[in-house]
Structure formats: structure tokens, C-alpha cells
């Protein structure tokens, strides 16, 4: 079964950094594309950093120069370094595979990250 843990959110000041981590169970995500996503009040839950299987990376506009993704294999894990953090960034952060290859499912309980101004 497939499990996907979330962990390393919570309350940063405008400015600030925090590395979110993902770790996952039941998936080789050495053998697929994944993603981060997030989910703020009222919205619908956007991907924001994808690393693919070669580790190519792509990201939102949003949080292009300030995010970065990457993938630790033999952790089977992968990461969010988020830099220059704005309080547009509050959301709840979900790891998944990356939705433009496969359908994410099994979601985890996600981290939370607010940003205050």
C-alpha cells in the first residue's frame, strides 16, 4: 500500500526558508515522476515542483527561483527547499507522483505552512 508522509511545515516569517521532506512507502520513486502540490483556504490544490525520473525539474511560476525539488532515491525520498517565502505561500504541501504522467492517489495528510507578514 502506498504511503506518503509529509513533514517539516509550520509558521516561517515573510523571508524566511523551510525544507519540506516526503517520505514514501509503497512506491519506487525512483521509477516515477513526482511532485509536490499545495492547497491553500478556498483553493484547489495546485503542483507547484516536479522532478522527473532523471531528475529534470519543472516548476509553477509562482515559486520558480525561490523553490527547489529534489529526490533522494535510495532515501526514496524527496524534498522542498523553499526559499524567499511569501505569506501567498500559505498552503498545505502534499508530495504525490507528478500528475502529467500518472494519477496521483493514496494523498497523504500533507504539512502545513503558513507565512506570515
Known amino acids: 500500500q502506498v504511503q506518503l508522509v509529509e513533514s517539516g511545515g509550520g509558521l516561517v516569517e515573510a523571508g524566511g526558508s523551510l525544507r519540506l521532506s516526503c517520505a514514501a512507502s509503497?512506491?519506487?520513486?525512483?521509477?516515477?515522476?513526482m511532485a509536490w502540490y499545495r492547497q491553500a483556504p478556498g483553493k484547489q490544490r495546485e503542483l507547484v515542483a516536479a522532478?522527473?525520473?532523471?531528475?529534470?525539474?519543472n516548476y509553477a511560476d509562482s515559486v520558480k527561483g525561490r523553490f527547489t525539488i529534489s529526490r533522494d532515491n535510495a532515501k526514496n525520498a524527496i524534498y522542498l527547499q523553499m526559499n524567499s517565502l511569501k505569506p501567498e505561500d500559505t498552503a498545505v504541501y502534499y508530495c504525490?507522483?507528478?500528475?502529467?504522467?500518472?494519477?496521483?492517489?493514496?494523498w497523504g495528510q500533507g504539512t502545513q505552512l503558513t507565512v506570515s507578514s
Open positions: 504525490n507522483v507528478d500528475s502529467r504522467w500518472a494519477i496521483p492517489n493514496n
Open positions: 522532478t522527473s525520473t532523471v531528475g529534470s525539474t
Open positions: 509503497g512506491i519506487s520513486i525512483s521509477s516515477n515522476a
